[in-house]
C-alpha cells in the first residue's frame, strides 16, 4: 500500500508539472504514463488477491496525489537543473523502495498469494523503469 501511495504522489508531480507546461513535456509524459502504469500493475495484482481498499488508504491515496500536485507546482517554479536533480533522486528512491519491496516478499514465506513469480517480475520491471527514469534526470542536469 505504501509503494502505491507513493506512485500516487508522483503521478501528482508529473500532472501538475505537464500543466504548468514544464518542458521537456515528452520526457515529462513518458515518466507519467510509466507512474501510471506501475500503480494500476500493483493495484491490480492486490485486487486479484481478494485485496480491497479501505476507507483511509482510499483517502490516503486521493490526499497523496494532491499533495504531489502541490509538490509538482513548486517544482514548476525552479530552475530547471535543480528540478531536475530532485527528480533524479525521487527516482532513485523510488527504486529502492521498490527493491525493498522485493526483498520483503522474497523472505516472506508461507505466504503464497504473495510470493508469486509474477509480482516479482511485474516489480523487477518497475525497478528498471525507475532506474532508468534516475538515469534520465541526472543526464539532464548536465
Not at 24 to 39: C, R
Not at 91 to 99: C, D, M, T
Amino acid at each position: 500500500i505504501k509503494t502505491i501511495i507513493s506512485e500516487d504522489q508522483a503521478i501528482g508531480i508529473y500532472q501538475a508539472e505537464l500543466f504548468w507546461k514544464r518542458r521537456p513535456k515528452d520526457i515529462f509524459q513518458t515518466i507519467l504514463n510509466d507512474e501510471i502504469s506501475h500503480e494500476e500493475q500493483l493495484i491490480k495484482f492486490l485486487y486479484s488477491r481478494g485485496w480491497d481498499f479501505t476507507l483511509m488508504q482510499k483517502s490516503t491515496m486521493n490526499f497523496n496525489r494532491y499533495s504531489g500536485w502541490f509538490i509538482g507546482s513548486l517544482l514548476s517554479t525552479l530552475p530547471r537543473r535543480l528540478c531536475f536533480f530532485f527528480h533524479y533522486m525521487a527516482e532513485k528512491q523510488a527504486a529502492n523502495s521498490y527493491n525493498d519491496l522485493m526483498i520483503s516478499i522474497e523472505n516472506i514465506q508461507g505466504m503464497q498469494w504473495v510470493n508469486s513469480s509474477n509480482i516479482k517480475i511485474k516489480i523487477q520491471e518497475i525497478i528498471d523503469n525507475e532506474k532508468l527514469h534516475s538515469e534520465i534526470f541526472r543526464a539532464l542536469i548536465n
